[in-house]
């Protein structure tokens, strides 16, 4: 059985020190057939769920879970898969994520929720989906306290303008009871 040091740390470097047009799929199914854990979790990501998600591998992706990866493993800096992916842009990940069963009002990582990295990155068309798929426009967690203030320190106004008109309410307060609008001027100042 390989450690979590091992799997985890051979993901990392299957990712980030491959060559341009490689994805090490085969390497990634020969490492969960001699026995490596789906589920480990640790590292930047949380998991290797999380890094296959943040990194864009779909085929991996859907391999992982195929295999039993649990989708709403929490963990790492952007607190779930979904939230690796949203963080990342990667809408056909996120779709995926979606449909094989990811919380989308899972909490955790830097930006709160799946919701709070799309909205702070300017991914409209996965807040779009996260809130189609029922996504909290008014989950509190992370850094900025909710999605609003999120687009709002993003810069995103269209952002800010669609979550506002879903509900958003500029009067939720984060951890530390600042509104989206005061902890805005804040930054500024």
């Known amino acids: 059985m390989a450690t979590l040091g091992t799997f985890r740390s051979r993901m990392i470097f ?3 020190g491959r060559p341009q047009g490689r994805d090490h ?15 480990l979790t640790g590292g930047e990501h949380g998991s290797a769920l999380g890094t296959a998600a943040v990194m864009g591998k779909l085929n991996i992706v ?3 879970l195929d295999r039993g990866a649990n989708v ?5 800096k952007h607190g779930s898969a979904l939230g690796a992916a949203a963080f990342g842009g990667k809408l056909d990940i996120v779709t995926l994520l979606l449909d094989r069963g990811a919380d989308v009002n899972l909490t ?6 799946a919701l709070g990295a799309a909205a702070f990155w300017g991914k409209l068309d996965i807040v779009t989906l996260l809130l189609d798929r029922g996504a909290d426009v008014n989950l509190t967690g992370g850094e900025h306290g909710t999605a609003l203030s999120a687009a709002e320190f993003g810069g995103n106004p269209d952002i800010v303008t669609v979550l506002m008109d879903r509900g958003a309410s500029p009067d939720v307060t984060n ?6 609008r005061s902890l805005a001027d804040k930054e500024v100042h």
Request: net charge negative; glycine share 16%; aromatic share 2%.
């Open 62 to 64: 859907t391999l992982l």
């Open 72 to 76: 709403n493993l929490a963990g790492g």
């Open 108 to 113: 955790g990582g830097e930006h709160g929720s």
């Open 175 to 180: 951890d530390q009871c600042a509104r989206p």
């Open 25 to 39: 799929l085969d390497i990634v199914k020969l490492l969960l057939e001699r026995g490596s854990d789906v589920n």
């Open 14 to 16: 299957l990712f980030r």
